[in-house]
């Protein structure tokens, strides 16, 4: 599978290197060159320097090959804009977005965004420790 | 009309202003409590403190009684957000954005805001009408509620309808020529037996996915 990830943090680096050892195509794209650093030594795939939620940015990245787009900065309104980018102008199949606020994510999973909330996953993993 | 107004930026502080000295109430929602208080100062207790994108804060502003919703913060994925939000969970009738990228105006009407506004676009347009010899098609209004435009069209010397009768031409389905400007500034009412001239404008209604078709038939040699 071909997948384009948006931002490389810890999270985005951690996810590329996963996907890329179960032998996917991974490219990462984040607006800094410094986050690049995050990704382990072996990492194969294209790492890009563009503005996930730019329309031309995200064709340079390839988009209209993906067959995943994950949005992982570590702004919920970036990856929203960016995850329905994805959607509804390349029709990638597979679109993901990473939103810190539990109601913001709610809405946009009502809206059919795929989505995931850390803060809920994190909290709910806390209460079954206890 | 209740407004409510996203970003205490320069563009949202004389926005809040203006619809205020009309007569409106106003809402001015801001992060920065600071800029807030000095427009309170001047404008009265018309701002929230609060990020527009939480539903917390929209329920706060009261936004379900609002009759417009205006993003003007400088980042458009803040004001697409924000927008969507006021649309989808408030149900706000009518939601404007403000953006920066001119590649924005499709999408966000593609993804549920009623209007966008950009002083980019505005600036642009002004500088193509500078440099431009005038332009073939100009857009006179957008009839509400409908997918028709009133367009003002100049027909070009070269054109392979000078000196045709307008019952000749072939125009784009729902397109209707209903006046005639000569070049002499001379206004008529057109009939099926009226020649049109080079250097005419026409005046046509008609599809706004038309425009294409309209110059096809109008400007094509």
């Known amino acids: 599978m071909k997948v384009l990830i948006m931002g490389c943090g810890r999270v985005g680096a951690h996810l590329a290197s996963l996907l890329e050892t179960a032998g996917h195509e991974v490219t990462v794209l984040d607006v800094d060159p410094s986050g690049f650093g995050k990704l382990p030594l072996t990492f194969r795939g294209n790492a890009l320097l563009g503005d996930g939620t730019d329309e031309d940015s995200l064709r340079r990245a390839g988009i209209e090959e993906m067959d995943a787009f994950i949005a992982l900065t570590e702004c919920d309104n970036t990856n929203i804009m960016a995850a329905q980018i994805a959607k509804s102008v390349f029709n990638v199949r597979k679109a993901v977005c990473r939103v810190y606020d539990p109601t913001r994510e709610e809405l946009y999973r009502e809206m059919g965004l795929d989505t995931f909330c850390p803060t809920a996953l994190m909290a709910e993993s806390v209460v079954k420790r206890l | ?221």
């Open chain 2, 1 to 221: 009309m209740y407004i409510v107004i996203v970003g205490a930026g320069n563009v949202g502080y004389h926005l809040a202003k203006a619809v205020l000295s009309k007569g409106h109430e106003v809402l001015l929602i801001d992060r920065d409590a600071a800029i807030l208080g000095r427009i309170e100062d001047e404008l009265g207790s018309i701002g929230l403190e609060g990020d527009a994108c939480e539903a917390n804060t929209l329920e706060e502003a009261g936004t379900a009684r609002a009759d417009l919703f205006v993003a003007v913060t400088e980042q458009d994925a803040d004001n697409l957000v924000a927008c969507q939000i006021a649309k989808h969970r408030f149900k706000v009738p009518r939601t404007v954005a403000r953006i920066t990228d001119l590649k924005n105006e499709p999408l966000f009407k593609k993804l549920g805001v009623d209007v966008t506004v950009s002083s980019t676009i505005l600036i642009l347009q002004y500088i193509e009408s500078q440099t431009s010899k005038p332009p073939f098609l100009t857009r006179l209004a957008v009839l509400k509620g409908s997918d028709r435009e009133i367009v003002d069209v100049r027909i070009p010397p070269t054109s392979a309808v000078v000196g045709k009768k307008i019952r000749d031409i072939s125009l784009p389905q729902n397109s209707l020529i209903i006046l005639l400007i000569r070049r002499d500034e001379r206004i008529q009412l057109p009939t099926s037996t009226t020649a049109l001239e080079a250097g005419d404008r026409v005046v046509v209604v008609g599809d706004r996915s038309s425009e294409a078709g309209l110059h096809q038939a109008l400007a094509g040699s």
